[in-house]
C-alpha cells in the first residue's frame, strides 16, 4: 500500500505563495486519481482540488484561479501550487489517492491519505 507524504506546508503572509507535494517512496500514481483536502480547526474536512490520470483537473469554487494541482510526468510526485493565499485558507493540508481514472471531491472515494501538512496564512 502506497504511504502518502506530504511536505512544503508552512506559514505565510496573505497574497504570498506557497507549494505542497506529495510522493509515495516506491510507487507511481501512474494507477491512481489523486487529490488534496484539507482541513481547518473546528472543520469538516473538504476537497481542495483533485486531478485524473488523463490530467483533467476539478477544483472547489473557493480555490479556483488560485489554485493548481498537478503531477510531474513520471507520476510520481502529485503538487498543489497555492497563490494569493487567504486566512481562510488556513488549514491542514492532505494528500490523497484513490484507485481508477478519475472521480470527484469526496472524502469517501479516497483509499490512502498522507498524515497532513500545515498550512497558515496571517493577515
Known amino acids: 500500500q502506497p504511504q502518502l507524504v506530504e511536505s512544503g506546508g508552512g506559514s505565510v503572509q496573505s497574497g504570498g505563495s506557497l507549494t505542497l507535494s506529495c510522493a509515495a517512496p516506491?510507487?507511481?500514481?501512474?494507477?491512481?486519481?489523486m487529490a488534496w483536502f484539507r482541513q481547518a480547526p473546528g472543520k469538516e474536512r473538504e476537497g481542495v482540488a483533485t486531478?485524473?490520470?488523463?490530467?483533467?483537473?476539478t477544483y472547489t469554487d473557493s480555490v479556483k484561479g488560485r489554485f493548481t494541482i498537478s503531477q510531474d510526468n513520471a507520476k510520481t510526485e502529485l503538487y498543489l501550487l497555492m497563490n494569493s493565499l487567504k486566512p481562510e485558507d488556513t488549514a491542514m493540508y492532505y494528500c490523497?489517492?484513490?484507485w481508477g481514472l478519475g472521480g470527484g471531491l469526496s472524502e469517501d472515494e479516497y483509499e490512502y491519505w498522507g498524515r497532513g501538512t500545515q498550512v497558515t496564512v496571517s493577515s
Open positions: 490523497a489517492a484513490a
Open positions: 516506491g510507487y507511481t500514481f501512474s494507477r491512481f486519481y
Open positions: 486531478i485524473a490520470r488523463d490530467g483533467t483537473t
